[in-house]
Structures are given as structure tokens and as C-alpha cells.
């Protein structure tokens, strides 16, 4: 699925066929995993280093997965896209 334009809107794209196409590699700031994170797993407590977008770390979210247990962890959501619920056994009840 793509966008439709025409060549004169943006001489950086490139159309074909009416879908508009944008390397992402000529936008600024958008080298796709090139920043180290390095982050200690809670469930199983092993050091993981994975390599993740700037951009979605600036202005998105990034979710990884640990290398030992193979849990999946959210460790950047600036937009607050995804809020979380923690259910269980509440201690309050009797």
C-alpha cells in the first residue's frame, strides 16, 4: 500500500506505478539500528545488549527481547503507546 503523487511534489522520491517511495536512508536521523542498548532482563537477570533505531527510541517505542530467557521487554515508549496492567492476586483482598 503506498501514497499516491506525482514526481513534481518531492524530487528526493521516486513513483512508480502511482505508490510513492522514500529511501530511508536519506532521512535524517533515521539509521535503522545503529544505537547499543544494553539493558538487564527482570525476569531472569541477564545482561542483553541489542541494537535499536534512535528514532524509535527518541520518538516511538522499543520493545527487545532478552537473550536468555527470550523475554520480551519494553524499554523506550515515549508517546506512552502502550499502557500496562499488571494482574494477579491482589493482597488487599480477604
Given at each position: 500500500?503506498?501514497?499516491s503523487a506525482s514526481s513534481s511534489d518531492d524530487p528526493d522520491g521516486s513513483?512508480?506505478?502511482g505508490v510513492y517511495?522514500?529511501?530511508l536512508n536519506d532521512?535524517?536521523?533515521a539509521s535503522r539500528r545503529s544505537m547499543l542498548v544494553s539493558f538487564t532482563c527482570n525476569a531472569c537477570g541477564g545482561r542483553t545488549e541489542r541494537l535499536v533505531n534512535p528514532l524509535a527510541w527518541a520518538k516511538?517505542?522499543?520493545i527487545v527481547q532478552c537473550e536468555q530467557c527470550k523475554a520480551w521487554h519494553k524499554v523506550a515508549d515515549?508517546?506512552?503507546m502502550v499502557?500496562?496492567?499488571r494482574?494477579?492476586?491482589n493482597s488487599d483482598d480477604e
Open positions: 500500500m503506498g501514497v513513483v512508480e506505478d517511495r522514500v529511501d532521512l535524517e536521523g516511538g517505542m522499543v515515549s508517546q506512552n499502557e500496562e496492567y494482574f494477579g492476586d
